[in-house]
């Protein structure tokens, strides 16, 4: 059974960093593309980036461009979203997700990232 | 940046059929979109029910099918039962799928 585990999320001040991490297990993690999508309070989804199985290519939405890294450890089996400057509009629930062939297949339960002061 | 699409709410009624659109705003929607669909009921996480337009997962009910049709992805609901209600959301590729876009998402009430 696919598990995507999220953590990290919290509250941060403007400005600040925050790290996600994404516990993956129930399939071969080195074998699937890797994405984290986020849904504002109330508000509908948006993807935020993807990553390839070896983490040769990644691709951000403009909004988080320069701000945002996506990484992988798959030694680890663990996703990662590294979060700088952060601002009011980064407030959401982060979510995790798998899929073969760049798919979007199987969902985390998703970590909530709070920016405020 | 390209805009998605999609009727902010729908009403249905029980063992009725509905159909959901998803638009593109830089012309019509093809299979090089890959348009996926998925269902996301209140205080869960999304679940993908369609995707490359079409194709099904294993724990997709019969009951939704999706197609291109018009220029647009279509998500139908043929027989909608209670449980269906939930937001549905759409998603295209850009940019050699460089680029994923959701589209706003469609309240779907069965009443």
């Known amino acids: 059974e696919v598990q995507l585990v999220e953590s990290g999320g919290g509250l941060v001040q403007p400005g600040g960093s925050l790290r996600l991490s994404c516990a993956a297990s129930?399939?071969?993690?080195?074998?699937?593309?890797m994405t984290w999508v986020r849904q504002a309070p109330g508000k509908g989804l948006e993807w935020v980036a993807n990553?390839?199985?070896?983490?040769?290519?990644?691709y951000y939405v403009d909004s988080v461009e320069g701000r945002f890294t996506i990484s992988r450890d798959n030694a680890k089996n663990s996703l990662y979203l590294h979060m700088n400057s952060l601002r009011a509009e980064d407030t959401a629930v982060y979510y995790c997700?798998?899929?073969?062939?760049?798919?979007?297949?199987?969902w985390g339960q998703g970590t909530l990232v709070t920016v405020s002061s | 940046q390209a805009v998605v699409t999609q009727e902010p709410s729908l009403t249905v009624s029980p063992g009725g059929t509905v159909t959901l659109t998803c638009g593109s705003s830089?012309?019509?929607?093809?299979?090089?979109?890959?348009p996926y669909w998925f269902q996301q009921k209140p205080g869960q996480a999304p679940t993908t029910l369609i995707y490359?337009?079409?194709i099904k997962h294993s724990w997709t009910p019969a009951r939704f099918s999706g197609s291109l049709l018009g220029g647009k992805a279509a998500l139908t609901l043929s027989g909608a039962q209670t449980e269906d209600e939930a937001e549905y959301y759409c998603?295209?590729?850009?940019?050699?799928?460089?680029?994923?876009?959701f589209g706003g998402g469609t309240k779907l009430t069965v009443l």
């Open positions: 997700v798998c899929g073969r062939f760049g798919r979007l297949d199987f």
């Open positions: 129930g399939f071969t993690f080195s074998n699937y593309w």
């Open positions: 990553i390839k199985q070896d983490g040769s290519e990644k």
């Open positions: 830089t012309g019509a929607v093809t299979s090089s979109h890959y």
């Open positions: 490359d337009a079409s």
């Open positions: 998603l295209l590729s850009y940019n050699s799928a460089r680029l994923r876009i």
